[in-house]
């Protein structure tokens, strides 16, 4: 298997929108789908956006997912991959080449306490919980001081 990340195209946002309205993938996230016209003008407001970095990620030549990072007062990472290429070390690989490409730090990352293979991946990757680690009872904060 072959994990690669590009730049988006806006041909991928079709199968990302399919991807962040998967029931079981949105619960684990706890995080809420967006209907196509909130989730297409929500990326296209990104783009190009000062201190927003998309890359797509690409499982031998097969759109699987994306990372994203942004500023909200700190640099912040996010991904979603789709449940296809779920279990085979695909987010660990994407996050690792993102991390190479996106070297400010420290980057944050905002979890659902109940999303063990998120936090698995950004634990795999370097990631810390911060101290005190519950910023509330449903959403745990992750930090990358250094590579
Ligand atoms: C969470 C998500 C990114 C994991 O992607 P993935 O490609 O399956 O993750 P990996 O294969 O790289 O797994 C990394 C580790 O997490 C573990 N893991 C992955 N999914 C898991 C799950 N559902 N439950 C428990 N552990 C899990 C793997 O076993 C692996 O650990 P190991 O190396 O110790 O065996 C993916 O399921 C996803 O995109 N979900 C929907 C969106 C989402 O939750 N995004 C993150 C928001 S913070």
Redo the contacts with the bound molecule.
């Keep these: 298997m072959e994990v690669q990340i590009r730049e988006v195209r806006d041909s991928d946002l079709e199968l990302f929108f399919e991807h962040q309205r998967d029931p079981d993938?949105t619960a684990?996230?706890a995080?809420p789908a967006r209907e196509r016209d909130a989730f297409m003008a929500h990326w296209a407001s990104g783009s190009g956006a000062p201190g927003v970095i998309r890359r797509a990620v690409v499982v031998d030549a097969e759109l699987a997912?994306n990372v994203v990072s942004w500023e909200d007062d700190v640099r912040l990472v996010?991904?979603?991959?789709g449940r296809d290429?779920?279990?085979?070390?695909?987010?660990?690989?994407a996050l690792t080449q993102f991390l190479r490409q996106v070297t400010g730090r420290p980057i944050y990352?905002?979890?659902a306490v109940h999303?063990?293979?998120?936090i698995?991946?950004l634990e795999?990757c370097g990631f810390q919980r911060t101290d005190p680690p519950f910023e509330d009872e449903e959403e745990i904060v992750l930090v990358l001081h250094n590579n």
């Excluded at 996010?78 to 991959?81: K, P």
């Design positions: 993938a684990m996230a995080f997912g996010g991904y979603w991959i290429f779920w279990g085979r070390g695909v987010a660990t690989e990352a905002h979890v999303n063990t293979g998120s698995r991946v795999k």
